[in-house]
């Protein structure tokens, strides 16, 4: 038998695999995505457009990149490779947005601590992700100072401005010697992880969400889609970038070839301000952001021309809230997620029957989690038990659960939790929500107890083991009270020792401040006995009952 | 020796591979890309917003994406799986885009058919995709019906409205036996193949570009996120849909959540009316859409409030068409692309420094192919031989390659053309352009000798291979003639048999009318011996420099 050769100008007729053959994956049409791949294409499309605003420093998106290729083959050159961890340590500046492309060219992992944390929790941190470089900026070096001094592994300290951190490298010399061109290679597989974030849970020790270069990338996409980046956008750095990686917001800016508005500290004079000198017109925030612009005094305002587009997330904001807000000029939306879904997950887009309803009713509405954002594949309401999803009918309860590209990898180095969170194909986001007949979810209590306070999970479990260690205390429970600045804040239940001495409320505040993170400590303490079910568990709905009702 | 259990709150220690144990990929956070998904997540996130509106005729996101499913299961339960081919051919109606949905979530394949094509072409795509359904619309019925005379494979054909055709199903009665609620799956695998767009090139015979699910999926993102496309937005369809699927704006209309309004033909009062009616925000065309909206009698015109973006791509818009687009309230946006880049590959995004040049020299730089698109991993301007970019000084020409996700996976049964075409990891697009210093590329020739009349690709080789069959002509070379309605139009330059008889233009043209579609016919006929190179090759740029001058 002889092979007749085939024609190429006809298919191969072997049925279907046709389509499966002569067309595979090449360096041409495949490449692995990586959130840093929007930062070079950024650069090659608009090399002159303003990246980044700090204070007086103005970075094009060619300053940028080449500022970004430098600290990787910097830290490169410095032995950090791929899957190291780069910690950082910093508000919400330049190097913050750097750390964010440098690292994933790398093929390192960026992990971004919350500058609010105690020197202990940081400490934890750096040990459990077994950090190999922490990036510090002068401002969180006392910080740092306290939890390096903990730290029994070495890490290479890279200061920004003045630290005075024992044998820091000063961040702008770093660069210096880093390399313009450097021909960084991004990750050979997409799924490579790209971000560690450390979310409070309800246990004791901090999880540590692990993020992929794929869902970075399509998370970016996903945001800009969602809220209208586009390359006439400014956004405002409102939100703290250590939080979920921004809301992934470092990403999305530059895939819409936008430019980044650093601050660091909330202050309504000052956002009035470079939201009326730059041309804001997106920020994204916790309620007590929006709480704080719309109560702002007069004096502190600037007024400004433009709608300003404001996420708001953490917490459904308040109707007297939204209303001034657009008083003001800002256009509201709310939005839900979670560290574990690269942050929004869900976003209250507007309905078109909403042109129909009374504001109060449009207010209602907006306070809504709402729908999937556009990268999410699904979000459900199911029994938390059985899995099934309960009626569209705004009344039934059950759990939120997210699927998708845009949902954590895991937590690192802990499979429970890991195969706890991403069970049965969703991600169960421990959050309890009505399902409503045109698909919204809608948050009715949270399943694990976090506090929101300021935009900071607090978890209830960690407040109360600091509570049981004072020598008093018998039985300690903290649960979230209604708090007109913060959203919620920390209210702890405590029933003493049966013949202590019963403490101040004063005292028993210093006691946790301690050995807490500030906005951790509780805010209202009651005394007397806590009530119980008839197999013993703390009823906390009755708590949060009187703390609401305090 | 004894097992040490691990503590699950501690990273198991062993180096790097940390963040490569327990966390894979599992249902909940990796699904394989499809635009599908788009489709899912509009309906789940606005399903009562408009999706569709087709003359009187009004989609919701609910109503579109029940219409899809019941088209997917319908032509399950016809027998038609992954990857068997489903061809259409009809104008920019509603079931085109339902298509676009309805035939990715069976995991099969859609082959959109140029509508303007002569039905042997039609035949020989139907043939070499090996089609097993085909969707008429109509209007194509006749074309539709010459070419399955010719054609020996068995086909399914589908009819949108009163085709004619003998056994044709009606799309409705089709669309009513389908499920509504049919669980469709998505690919198994993102790299799946999704479409097939056949493309005139310089060889005789269409090649069959194949996409894959997550190039579409990623190109609708991009598209959403350089055009700014969002949930306000309103499409008009004055781009032929079956043109490298619409540029992949039916999947990225929908990523945005932006309603679609459908236009059989392409017609200035009609344009104007439905942008003013339906609160039009984004189109796209050949320049020829441009003209003849720029060209448009007053009283063809209907005044519209919004500014409208229109993307332009084919060939470059002239300076007189963009200020009078401008005046008359669109905003132009030159693109450049090919069916092998899933239409859009490069935008020409306005650059900082343009806010100080003059209106010339503006319309000068907006003439540029430009930079890439969001998610486009590289455009670059390379040496034909070598492979070396060129130098960024606007002088040097080069060959204009792309690399990244929205390239083609490659052409249908045809290794050797797909290896050409995506030579040395990049897709050489065969266009020659220089590349300037700011990034931005700009086209001066076309190495492929295709002539774009109307937004219509014309190998100029296929009408030589027609012009050589009449009994009189011995050589025809043809070449673009510059035209003020179409662009470009095809002009023959024909040397006649020693002592023939020269045929009349008229009847040169009637010849061809005969052979080719009515486009591809050309315009201008030229008598007389051709220009040759010592080695007998056809001097093509002197022949266009002859037609440039007739």
Known sequence: ???????????????????????????????????????????AAVPGRVAVIDGDRRLTYADLYVRCRRLASALAARGVGTLDTVAILAPNVTEMIEAHFAVPMLGAVLNPLNTRLDPATIAFSLAHGDARVLIVEAECAPLAARALADLAQPVLVVAIGETGLDGAIPYEALLEAGDPDHAWAGPADEWQSLCLLYTSGTTG??????????????????????????????????????????????????AACATQVCLRKVEPSAIFRLIARHGVTHLCGAPIVLSMLAHAPASDRTAFPQRVRCAVGGAAPSSTIIRTMEELGFQVTHLYGATESYGPATV???????????????????????????????????????????????????????????????????????????????????????????????????????????????????????????????????????????????????????????????????????????????????????????????????????????
């Open 1 to 43: 038998m002889t092979e007749t050769p085939q024609s190429p100008a006809r298919p191969e007729g072997a049925g279907r695999h046709r389509f499966e053959s002569g067309l595979d994956r090449t360096p041409a049409n495949y490449v692995p995505l990586t959130p840093a791949s929007l930062l070079a294409r950024a650069a």
């Open 205 to 254: 020790d901090p999880k540590g969400a692990v993020y992929s270069h794929r869902g970075a990338y399509l998370q970016a996409l996903g945001n800009a889609v969602t809220f209208g980046l586009t390359a006439e956008s400014v956004y405002l750095w409102t939100l703290p970038m250590f939080h979920c990686s921004g809301w992934s917001y470092p990403w999305a800016s530059v």
């Open 348 to 550: 209250c887009l507007a309905q078109p029957d909403w042109a129909e309803l009374s504001d109060a009713d449009r207010y209602a509405r907006m306070a809504r989690q709402g729908v999937p954002l556009a990268t999410l594949e699904a979000v459900a309401v199911v029994d938390p038990a059985g899995g099934e999803p309960v009626p569209r009918d705004g009344a039934a309860v059950g759990e939120i659960v997210l699927r998708g590209n845009t949902v954590m990898k895991g937590y690192l180095g802990n499979p429970d939790a890991t195969e706890r969170a991403l069970d049965g194909g969703w991600y169960r986001t421990g959050d309890l929500a009505v399902w409503h007949p045109d698909g919204s979810v809608e948050i009715k209590d949270r399943a694990k107890d976090i506090i929101i306070s300021g935009g900071e999970n607090i978890s209830s479990l960690e407040v109360e083991e600091v509570l049981m260690r004072h020598p008093a205390v018998m039985l300690a429970a903290v649960v979230a009270r209604p708090d007109a600045t913060w959203g919620e804040s920390p209210c702890a239940f405590l029933e003493m020792k049966p013949g202590a001495m019963i403490p101040s409320d004063q005292e028993v505040i210093a006691f946790c401040r301690d050995r807490l993170a500030r906005f951790k400590v509780p805010k209202t303490v009651v005394f007397g006995a806590l009530p119980k079910t008839s197999t013993g568990k703390i009823q906390k709905f009755v708590l949060r009952d009187q703390a609401r009702a305090l």
